[in-house]
């Protein structure tokens, strides 16, 4: 199962969480592989996604960081291959209208 993870930083937290990051690496905990991190420009924020098999490994690692960052985290899935395409539903459902709107020629009218 994928997640995906926005952070920020909480008021007054900055040197702590910066001086924690930088000791540890904020690795996953065991049941969690880290597939990407991305930290905003100029700001104390940013996004992971990572894989688990449970919601309760996540759990256990936005909670390790909870003193110092907010936490949003979602369930998400990939669109090629997902059950929405499989089933016929709204990704087929705008790609055939993509079709239909560039017609025999393949072009956007």
Same mark, same amino acid.
């Given at each position: 199962?994928? *997640?995906?993870t926005?952070?920020t930083v909480?008021?007054g937290?900055?040197d702590e969480? %910066?001086?924690? *990051?930088?000791?540890t690496?904020?690795p996953?905990? =065991? #049941?969690?592989?880290?597939?990407g991190?991305?930290? =905003?420009?100029?700001?104390l924020?940013g $996004?992971? $996604?990572a894989?688990?098999d449970?919601?309760?490994?996540?759990?256990?690692w936005?909670? /390790?960081?909870?003193?110092?960052?907010? *936490?949003?985290? %979602?369930p998400?899935?990939?669109?090629?291959?997902?059950r929405?395409e499989?089933r #016929?539903?709204?990704?087929n459902?705008?790609r055939? /209208?993509? =079709? =239909?709107?560039r #017609?025999?020629?393949g072009r956007a009218h």
């Open positions: 199962m994928l *997640f995906l926005k952070w909480l008021p937290k900055r969480a %910066v001086k924690r *990051f930088m000791e690496g904020a996953p905990p =065991t #049941g969690v592989k880290l597939l991190r991305w930290h =905003t420009l100029g700001e924020s $996004i992971t $996604i894989s688990a449970d919601a309760t490994s996540m759990y256990g936005m909670y /390790q960081w909870s003193d110092l960052l907010e *936490f949003s985290v %979602v998400v899935i990939e669109d090629a291959g997902s929405l499989a #016929g539903g709204p990704l459902a705008h055939a /209208q993509e =079709t =239909t709107d #017609g025999a020629s």
